[in-house]
């Protein structure tokens, strides 16, 4: 979960520039979620600037880390890390409207999450086929490259 101080921005940033479904979405309880597989983001809105400041981090396996990169620049957002190309994997850091940190990145071999053996375009095309006891997700840690 991350606290955001402003639950409409913050949606539309998850929703538009990170193009994320979102499943939930309550003005009057100031929270949202959305679907990353089998991993559910959660915005707490009207959060305190102190509270939103210290943030947290998640990591998105995407198709092309360098068109989402370009998409990025465009909307002209705060990036944190340009696409860095560790060998293992490419990845960049981007910051949402409260500073938590959105970690991108594509694996070399096309895997993401705890199972090495899931292709992440399968999952990130059809989402709904990853399930819980596939130990596969579309959000992971990140790789070499963001640590």
Not at 20 to 28: A, D, N, P, Q
Not at 49 to 76: H, T
Request: glycine share 8%.
């Amino acid at each position: 979960m991350f606290s955001v101080s402003d639950l409409g921005r913050s949606v539309a940033f998850y929703r538009k520039v990170l193009g994320l479904r979102c499943e939930i979405e309550s003005i009057e309880y100031q929270w949202a979620e959305f679907d990353c597989g089998n991993v559910t983001l959660s915005l707490r809105g009207n959060a305190v600037p102190n509270e939103a400041s210290a943030g947290g981090q998640i990591a998105l396996a995407v198709e092309d880390v360098l068109e989402a990169y370009d998409e990025i620049m465009a909307a002209g957002l705060r990036v944190e890390m340009e696409p860095i190309d560790s060998g293992f994997c490419v990845a960049l850091k981007v910051r949402d409207p409260d500073g938590n940190l959105v970690i991108l990145h594509r694996r070399t071999d096309g895997t993401y999450g705890q199972n090495q053996n899931v292709p992440a375009k399968a999952a990130l095309q059809n989402p709904a086929s990853v399930t819980p006891d596939s130990g596969a997700s579309v959000a992971s840690p990140p790789c070499a490259a963001g640590r």
